[in-house]
């Protein structure tokens, strides 16, 4: 984070600033069900930021709000000081989303699922295109896949289209919901390494919700742990390493005991 | 009261939908090929049960009034029953009908399934209006291909009113005979004005169920529940707009 941070649209050329994401006191319902609760925390520009906590804590519905499809109860969310939600930071700030599902165009083949941005935005012509997609492709062993639709792919490979279409798109702001859950080892290196490079050549500002520690401790600048809707660690990868709260200790190694199993233990 | 302010925001949202899509109407040329695929899909999977039906309807239309007009002995103006009804009344609402049973159900499918699998979210973060690419094609496209229809619609029930009028018993008159009456009695403005009435029929079925389909929420099982919803609001519609459109045309 050192240093005026810019970052390099690779198409045009052009150097943006990089953006900064401030969340402030937000809170989300859906309906009775509190899922956030006074989330506080801000993202640098440039910055990798990781985002853990149990299943079900509410990371994909913060990811949402950073996008702006998902309005907040209460709080503040704002990208580059902007409102997330509103159509004007979206036309000004090119902001990436990995979705856990992938939500690929299921009508549309592999190529044209990645090829879809850049051509929606004439941001080069079909040979460009073209180049940017192969490329993207390939990078996550893709290869041979541009031609089929994602009903064909398996769960893994549609994670990588995922991933591949985000790149494609060049963003100022990177988020990755989960996106190494459903890899093998070394792929998720791989997309570790991937992240880590492009904050190196570009300065994206990368957001990544994921349960895999080694990434978050190898590429993580910082961590913060979602637990029930509240933030209950916010710090560098290192203070993961002997963490203080005995709660965060629990849930990054939790150690497998057959003498007393926890799910026998909810049932007395 | 539950009701009215689900229709009031049914309105207001297929409203907003409209004004935006006709914002977007500029990008058209961009989206030719999109635009060309909606065509393909309005006017080639429904010509079919169009011609069958309209042969059909025209034919009933002849028969039922060969047996009305035998008492008076007035047959030979058949021809001009047929042509009317068919051009004013018949052909635009039986279109509009099978566009909102075919093409309205499946477009609500479709987009129902993309917003429940967060295909639209991703069109939005990637700042590509859903409005815009899924949305002004097909009404581009319904504004061309739903009156074609219409007037395929026309011609086909004009020549199975004629058949049926040579070959039954009752009215046995020569389509010569027949069809110089239709032209007699049906003017160029009620062929029109019957085509205008298909024009704002699917043009509303398609924009109705476009937003019935993005704005589908829940699970995988919303999806059929939207495309019942979006047949059944476009039935409504069209006959509600049938009476109020014939009264401002007349
Ligand atoms: N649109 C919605 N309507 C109602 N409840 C929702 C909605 N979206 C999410 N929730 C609820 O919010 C809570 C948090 O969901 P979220 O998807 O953010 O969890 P998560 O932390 O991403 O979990 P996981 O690690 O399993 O993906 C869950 O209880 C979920 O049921
Ligand atoms: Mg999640």
Not at chain 1, 54 to 65: A, D, F, N, R, Y
Not at chain 1, 90 to 102: H, I, P, T, W
């Amino acid at each position: 984070m050192a240093g005026t941070s810019h970052t390099r649209n690779p198409f045009t050329q052009v150097e943006t600033p990089a953006v900064g994401v401030t969340v402030e006191h937000l809170s989300k319902n859906f309906g009775s069900l509190k899922v956030l609760k006074d989330v506080s925390f801000a993202v640098q520009p440039g910055e990798i930021f990781v985002l853990m906590g149990p299943s079900g804590s509410g990371k994909s519905v913060l990811l949402k709000h950073i996008v702006g499809l998902e309005l907040p109860t209460a709080g503040r969310v704002a990208v580059d000081g902007h409102d997330a939600a509103s159509e004007e930071t979206r036309e000004r700030v090119r902001m990436a989303l990995v979705f856990q599902s992938g939500a690929l165009f299921n009508s549309l083949s592999v190529y044209d699922n990645l090829a879809l941005y850049p051509r929606e935005h004439r941001l080069a012509d079909e040979a460009g295109i073209r180049q940017k997609v192969m490329h993207a492709l390939k990078i996550l062993s893709l290869e041979g896949t541009a031609k089929k639709f994602p009903a064909d792919l398996s769960g893994g490979m549609k994670k990588r289209v995922a991933i591949a279409r985000a790149l494609v798109m060049e963003p100022q702001l990177m988020l990755y919901d989960e996106p190494t859950s459903e890899l093998d080892p070394v792929m998720s290196a791989t997309i570790s390494e991937i992240i880590a490079s492009l904050r190196v050549e570009y300065r994206v500002t990368t957001i990544v919700v994921s349960h895999d520690r080694d990434l978050a401790l190898n590429i993580a600048d910082r961590v913060g742990i979602l637990m029930d809707g509240k933030l209950i660690f916010l710090g560098p990868p290192s203070e993961l390493k002997q963490p203080k709260d005995p709660i965060v200790a629990d849930f990054l190694t939790p150690k497998i005991d057959l003498q007393h199993p926890r799910f026998k233990q909810l049932e007395t | 009261m539950k009701q009215i302010t689900a229709i009031l925001e049914g309105f207001g949202s297929t409203l907003q939908l409209l004004i935006r899509s006709i914002g977007y109407a500029g990008t058209l040329p961009r989206q030719w090929g999109r635009f060309i695929e909606q065509c393909y899909m309005i006017g080639y999977t429904t010509l079919p049960i169009v011609a069958i039906l309209s042969f059909f309807i025209g034919s009933v239309l002849a028969l039922q009034a060969g047996y009305s007009m035998q008492n008076f002995g007035t047959q030979q103006f058949i021809g001009s029953l047929v042509g009317l009804s068919m051009a004013r009344e018949l052909g635009p609402v039986m279109v509009a009908i099978l566009v909102a049973g075919r093409v309205g159900s499946a477009i609500a499918a479709e987009l129902a399934s993309m917003k429940v699998y967060q295909e639209v979210d991703a069109l939005v973060t990637m700042n590509i209006p859903p409005a815009r690419m899924l949305v002004m094609p097909r009404l581009a496209a319904s504004l061309v291909m739903v009156p074609v229809l219409a007037l395929i619609g026309d011609l086909v029930g004009w020549f199975g009113g004629a058949i049926v009028s040579k070959y039954t018993a009752i009215i046995s008159i020569e389509p010569e005979a027949y069809f110089a009456v239709l032209r007699h009695y049906t003017h160029f403005k009620d062929v029109l004005n019957g085509l205008v009435k298909a024009e704002i029929f699917g043009f509303v079925v398609v924009l109705v169920c476009c937003n019935i389909g993005l704005n589908t929420r829940g699970g995988p099982r919303e999806i059929g529940a939207s495309v019942t919803r979006a047949v059944v609001v476009s039935l409504i519609l069209i006959l509600v707009l049938d009476y109020f459109v014939t009264q401002i045309l007349t």
